[in-house]
């Protein structure tokens, strides 16, 4: 089945009074756009409905319902928290979800985001996320970040925002080659988020307060959750951000690797159709460079 067109809060009234029905006289409204995965809808104040798009993003339903409450206690900031699981409807044909409503707005959102702030939490939590037991835990579809069998595609994106004046190559492929010939992680695997991108980053007051989308929520190198050291920070608060997480030069270097590619395919993908998913690819794609060229130039 392709994409789900969003059928607006009647369906969703549909769905929340047969299923459950003890919120059925609650006020139904579109939420903030559901980034590429899921239709919101603001459930009364204090709840919010996802409806999954496509099937891959009905998948992880139950997969965040198990294990959400299982890490929100260990972490430093808050995550969706699982209210209520839905089934398929002959009005809509996947599982769907009830979580706590966060307040906040994305850093997408924020450009006056205190940065340093940010840099100390969201390294808090990477580091607090990554020392819970990881035992059982489902394998990250991004468990290893940076693989060789990538170089083709990242080298021929590198290729073709170069022709379009977007990046130097020479550098970006430098940043690439030195990710792809550092060691593979080879310790235990860790429990990671996987897509930190700025937009799963909510902040109130210019200040970090919760993480959402754990759709790719699994264990794996650590090197995947190092995303936001690129992507959202500056030279600046970089190093602060490593310190507070904790990591080793190779995972420091696939991490950087990955922001890269990360970047690469935001810049690719959304550079017309939705710039400003773009804007933290173009960010990456800069920083990336940077970081490496001030380890290999001085």
């Known amino acids: 089945m392709g994409e789900i067109i969003d059928q607006g809060p009647a369906l969703v009234r549909h769905l929340v009074e047969s299923q459950f029905p003890a919120w059925a006289g609650l006020v139904i409204e579109r939420g903030p756009g ?38 929100a206690p260990h972490l430093p900031l808050e995550i969706p928290e699982p209210l209520g699981v839905g089934v398929p409807d002959p009005a809509f044909p996947y599982p769907w979800s009830v979580y706590r409503w966060l307040d906040g707005d994305n850093l997408l959102d924020c450009p006056s985001a205190d940065l340093a702030d940010t840099a100390h939490r969201l390294g808090q939590f990477v580091r607090a996320l990554q020392s819970i037991d990881p035992t ?12 060789p069998n990538d170089d083709t595609g990242v080298c021929a994106t590198i290729d073709k925002l170069a022709t379009a004046g977007l990046l130097d190559p ?21 429990w990671i988020h996987s897509d930190l991108y700025t937009g799963n980053l909510l902040g109130q007051h210019g200040r970090l307060s919760a993480v959402i989308d754990f759709g790719m ?16 920070l500056t030279t600046s608060t970089r190093e602060a951000f490593r310190a507070q997480v904790g990591v080793d030069d190779d995972t420091w270097n696939r991490g950087r690797g990955w922001a890269l590619s990360a970047g690469l395919g935001a810049v690719a993908v959304y550079g017309d159709t939705n710039p400003t998913l773009a804007i933290p690819g173009r960010h990456a794609i800069a920083q990336t460079i940077e970081d490496w060229q001030t380890k290999n130039t001085t």
């Open 34 to 71: 559901g980034g590429t995965d899921n239709h919101l809808y603001r459930l009364g104040e204090d709840k919010v409905v996802r409806l999954p798009r496509q099937a891959r993003a009905a998948e992880v339903v139950s997969k965040e319902h198990r294990w959400l409450p299982r890490l």
């Open 136 to 147: 059982g835990g489902p394998t990250s579809v991004r468990a290893r970040p940076v693989t």
């Open 170 to 190: 020479t550098p970006a492929l430098e940043v690439w080659k030195t990710a792809l010939e550092t060691p593979a992680w080879t310790g235990p695997p860790v």
């Open 217 to 232: 929520l699994g264990v794996g190198d650590p090197a995947c959750d190092l995303l936001p050291a690129w992507s959202l």
